[in-house]
């Protein structure tokens, strides 16, 4: 497997590079800004990315989506529930005191559960809403890794005061669908660095050492 992270953009964002070396097949994870240095770090890597995954619709998370859309003429793909906030950009771009180009064209939807085939890689959808609605993390069984988006990180999770944020559902996604993984699965959030499960269900203040 390769997996390569690169924080980019101001808000310090983790876009994830994924892919299976032996088939050269890959797909981005929310590319989120610096479409340019992405594009060169995919280079580097010599995979042929088949589609761009959203964990959410989040601007720093997307803002770089529609130029590497077209750069790779490959869809893009989330869940539904998270494409109005999608077409939000400009509402989102004010309150943030930033900038949004082209809104991103959106090609297809990820169910909860469904499957992801990135050559011998199988990405597992699980939805995990309460940071931003429709929000998925995606779970790599064989490989022992979880990419999160925003729902868990290293010591802390995600923000909920933004539109459609709760943390009792954010809590409530966290214990039933992310702490039931594996205590040694890495976690790979959207920002900061990498932790695991069992880590955070000992350490994360705001999971109080939920135990299984």
């Not at 809104?103 to 050559?119: A, F, R, S």
Request: aromatic residues 6%; charged residues 20%; contains cysteine.
């Amino acid at each position: 497997m390769i997996l390569e992270m690169l924080t980019v953009g101001p808000f310090q964002e983790n876009c994830y590079i994924i892919g299976d070396e032996n088939t050269g097949e890959g797909a981005l994870i929310d590319p989120g800004d610096e479409a340019t240095r992405i594009a060169l770090a995919i280079g580097q890597t010599r995979l042929d990315i088949g589609r761009i995954i959203i964990t959410h619709a989040h601007i720093d998370h997307v803002g770089a989506v529609a130029t590497l859309g077209d750069e790779y003429a490959c869809p893009v793909l989330l869940h539904p529930e998270a494409e109005p906030m999608l077409q939000q950009m400009s509402t989102q771009a004010m309150m943030m005191g930033v900038r949004f180009g082209k809104v991103p064209k959106v090609d297809g939807y990820i169910q909860d559960e469904e499957l992801l085939e990135i050559g011998s890689l199988r990405l597992r959808a699980m939805y995990t809403p309460g940071h931003a609605p429709g929000h998925l993390s995606f779970y790599e069984a064989n490989e022992g890794l979880v990419l999160s988006g925003d729902a868990l990180f290293a010591g802390s999770v995600g923000r909920v005061d933004l539109p459609g944020g709760s943390m009792e559902v954010l809590l409530r996604s966290i214990e039933e669908r992310l702490l039931p993984l594996p205590d040694e699965t890495r976690v790979y959030s959207g920002h900061g660095p990498a932790t695991t499960i069992g880590d955070e269900r000992a350490t994360n203040p705001f999971l109080g050492g939920r135990l299984r």
